[in-house]
């Protein structure tokens, strides 16, 4: 599951909604939704955080938290374990 996932159910649950309920909800074919909220596509519509913050009523921290879950959640945990994995050695540089 990833961070936006995660951070989605969280606050669907605090809400006592699913996911599924707020697709409908907020208007989006339940497919592209799921496709968005699983992270198989990093392609939105321009109004859909507008959309689920209206549909939720989230707070400016909850909005905040939910963006920031999109723009740095599947990078920061795909990018942390490539460099723990990532074999360091020293820099070889080469003169010239």
Same mark, same amino acid.
């Given at each position: 599951?990833?961070?936006?996932?995660?951070? #989605?159910?969280? $606050?669907?649950?605090?809400?006592?909604? &699913? $996911?599924?309920?707020?697709? =409908?909800?907020?208007?989006?074919? +339940?497919? #592209?939704?799921?496709? $968005?909220?699983?992270? =198989?596509?990093?392609?939105?519509?321009?109004?859909?955080?507008?959309?689920?913050?209206?549909?939720?009523? #989230?707070?400016?921290?909850?909005?905040?938290? #939910?963006?920031? &879950?999109?723009?740095?959640? $599947?990078?920061?945990?795909?990018?942390? &374990? &490539?460099?723990?994995?990532?074999?360091?050695? +020293?820099? =070889?540089?080469?003169?010239?």
């Amino acid at each position: 599951m990833n961070e936006f996932q995660l951070t #989605l159910r969280n $606050i669907t649950a605090r809400r006592g909604t &699913s $996911i599924s309920e707020l697709a =409908k909800r907020v208007g989006y074919e +339940p497919f #592209l939704f799921e496709n $968005i909220v699983m992270g =198989k596509t990093r392609q939105v519509p321009v109004d859909f955080f507008i959309r689920i913050a209206e549909g939720l009523d #989230l707070s400016t921290v909850e909005k905040d938290d #939910l963006v920031r &879950s999109w723009a740095f959640g $599947i990078e920061r945990w795909n990018w942390s &374990s &490539s460099i723990e994995s990532s074999p360091r050695g +020293p820099v =070889k540089r080469r003169a010239g």
